[in-house]
């Protein structure tokens, strides 16, 4: 199976998304990426990475929600840890710059695959959106580090409400570097990272490392304990219930609205 599509042009590294139908994430996604990324960072002709999708509409719908309903809790963990520790670790250590190109749905996990670059670079027509918490699960991980970026109110906005948000509002965030014209999109990513690779590679590496340890914010001591809150969000009857309505394309029952219809 076809995970996602690598090439390298100018100088740059192409890792493109291609896990028809929706890019979801399960672990073989999720090692094919961290395994690309690794590469890049080995070849000492790439300046710069570029991850974007082939997928039109898509850029990573999230966490494979089949597959997480039929996971045991250590198989959650080990899916978590691959996402929110090792994908992580992977950027953190990379000697280069990384851009996600985003066009298409955000969502969920898929938002942490994005601003796991260095800069994100949407289109105009891109949307974004945390919609854990309405099948039952928690986007823990953003819990660390979104209020840092947004502000603490504004996170617990976008994290309880579970709304979508389009690629101008993102901007306003900071949450995304540049909008483009989804026409343009993959066209301007690449001048960007060509300008990026064209800086002196020592300095530059030199600058990222100080860059990303100086905004870690004791990240991997605070993402332990996110992983906890998911798996253990997981394990809820809540999470069973949303998650099969997810893959039943119908509205959950959480016990506390048939309650209330029953008053």
Not at 2 to 25: G, K, M
Not at 127 to 138: A, N, S
Not at 202 to 224: C, P
Request: charged share 20%.
């Amino acid at each position: 199976m076809t995970f996602l599509r690598y090439e390298v042009r100018d100088q740059i590294a192409e890792i493109h998304l291609c896990h028809a139908p929706v890019n979801a994430l399960d672990e073989a996604m999720l090692d094919a990426l961290i395994a690309a990324l690794e590469r890049a960072n080995a070849d000492s002709n790439v300046r710069a990475v570029l991850l974007a999708s082939d997928l039109p509409g898509r850029f990573c719908a999230g966490l494979d929600m089949k597959k997480l309903l039929g996971s045991t809790p250590a198989r959650i963990h080990a899916l978590l840890s691959k996402l929110y520790i090792k994908l992580y670790d992977t950027q953190f250590n990379l000697t280069k710059p990384s851009i996600s190109v985003v066009s298409g749905a955000v969502r969920g996990g898929g938002m942490t695959v994005a601003i796991s670059s260095d800069m994100v670079v949407a289109a105009d027509t891109a949307t974004f959106g945390y919609p854990e918490i309405d099948v039952g699960v928690l986007p823990a991980i953003h819990y660390v580090h979104l209020p840092g970026i947004v502000g603490k109110h504004r996170a617990f906005d976008l994290l309880f409400t579970g709304r979508t948000f389009d690629a101008q509002e993102a901007h306003g965030l900071g949450l995304v570097a540049r909008v483009a014209p989804e026409a343009e999109l993959l066209e301007q990513a690449r001048t960007l990272a060509r300008s990026l690779a064209g800086k002196p590679p020592q300095v530059l590496a030199m600058g990222r490392r100080a860059f990303v340890y100086s905004n870690d914010n004791e990240y991997r001591r605070r993402v332990a304990t996110a992983v906890e809150v998911f798996c253990n969000a997981a394990a809820t009857p809540e999470a069973r219930e949303g998650l099969s309505a997810f893959v039943q394309k119908r509205a959950p029952q959480w016990g506390g609205r048939r309650d209330e219809r029953q008053d």
